[in-house]
């Protein structure tokens, strides 16, 4: 490739990065894992610009390579879970935490809280975890109609399949998702009195505080803790017992996760250095909290432009 096409190449595929690594990241539940595709990616589209024919847009001609890409990469794979979803039996105060590294965990994706709302709706957690429930190419096809809005005609092209076959796919896709509903998520712009409230809480480790903010049926998670909790009593049992936090020595700096309100959590050491300990995600509906999925993933805290200490 001379140098001339390589700099067309960069100057025409490079503004779809961040729209493809987000695609990448819904098809296969791993931040780490959709940073490794969209290089491959874009490794391959390089490679094969030469005899791009300009039949789609670049943009379709990316969106097909990295797609395919996706489902190579999950052939053999098991699907990504949240400890709620891979165990539907909330835990008791008698299960100890026991961390599982076997298990390949979902994980949260940074978004830009630039982003217009129903970008951040294709990216929430809940919706991503629900897509690892359906088989790579029921949830492709899932994916290119419903949140790219593709035809089926240019869905078919993409994967290489009738019409037919993408219609039949996608009824079973929404079948399987009937019961997903997030139209009354709270964006993070709307709750700011709720998380100040939370962040104040938090670091006073005021338990009742915190509970109050809580839904009846809020669920706790903490992957790889496969262990999760239900309910204010089960939570607050959680964090009066389990959770190594002192009051007034820890740090909460905000981010954005999933289109959701995140938290990097940082406790002191003995030396009373603030150091990475989680990454919280919550999920606010109607004013209440109704999920905090607590990462504890610290490899994440640098992708989200968490510092090392706070």
Same mark, same amino acid.
């Given at each position: ?18 729209? #493809?690594?987000? @695609? ?6 791993? #931040? @780490? ?37 996706? #489902? ?28 599982? @590294? ?8 940074? $978004?830009?809280?630039?982003?217009? %709302? ?14 690892? @429930? ?14 790219? *809005? ?12 009738? =019409?037919? &076959? %993408? ?12 019961? #997903?509903?997030?139209?009354? %998520? $709270?964006?993070?712009?709307? &709750? ?14 005021? =338990? ?9 049926? =809020? ?10 909790? *239900? ?19 820890? *740090?909460?700096? &905000? ?56």
């Amino acid at each position: 490739m001379t140098v001339d096409v390589a700099t067309d190449f960069a100057t025409a595929a490079d503004p779809f990065r961040r729209e #493809l690594l987000a @695609h990448c990241y819904r098809m296969l539940g791993s #931040l @780490h894992d959709a940073e490794d595709v969209l290089q491959e990616t874009y490794l391959r589209a390089w490679k094969a610009y030469g005899r791009f024919e300009g039949r789609s847009s670049v943009r379709t001609w990316l969106y097909r390579i990295a797609t395919n890409t996706c #489902l190579t990469a999950l052939d053999g794979r098991s699907r990504r879970p949240l400890p709620a979803g891979l165990s539907g039996q909330s835990a008791t105060r008698e299960d100890p935490l026991t961390e599982d @590294h076997e298990v390949p965990w979902l994980e949260p994706f940074p $978004t830009d809280p630039a982003v217009i %709302v129903a970008e951040r709706e294709r990216t929430r957690l809940a919706f991503v975890a629900a897509l690892q @429930h359906l088989p790579p190419r029921q949830r492709a096809v899932l994916v290119l109609r419903d949140v790219l *809005r593709l035809t089926a005609a240019e869905t078919a092209d993409e994967l290489d399949m009738t =019409v037919a &076959a %993408v219609n039949s796919a996608l009824q079973r896709a929404h079948a399987q998702l009937k019961d #997903l509903s997030e139209d009354q %998520v $709270t964006e993070p712009e709307d &709750a700011k009195e709720l998380l100040d409230r939370w962040v104040r809480a938090f670091v006073a480790k005021d =338990v009742p505080a915190i509970v109050a903010m809580f839904s009846e049926d =809020v669920v706790w998670e903490m992957p790889p803790y496969p262990q999760w909790y *239900r309910g204010p009593d089960m939570v607050a049992w959680h964090l009066t017992n389990q959770c190594p936090a002192v009051p007034d020595r820890a *740090r909460m700096i &905000a981010v954005e996760a999933n289109g959701q309100p995140a938290y990097g959590l940082y406790l002191e050491d003995e030396d009373g250095v603030p150091r990475p300990f989680n990454l919280q995600v919550l999920t606010v509906v109607n004013g209440r909290i109704t999920r905090v999925s607590s990462f504890f993933d610290l490899s994440l805290f640098p992708r989200f432009g968490l510092p090392s200490t706070a």
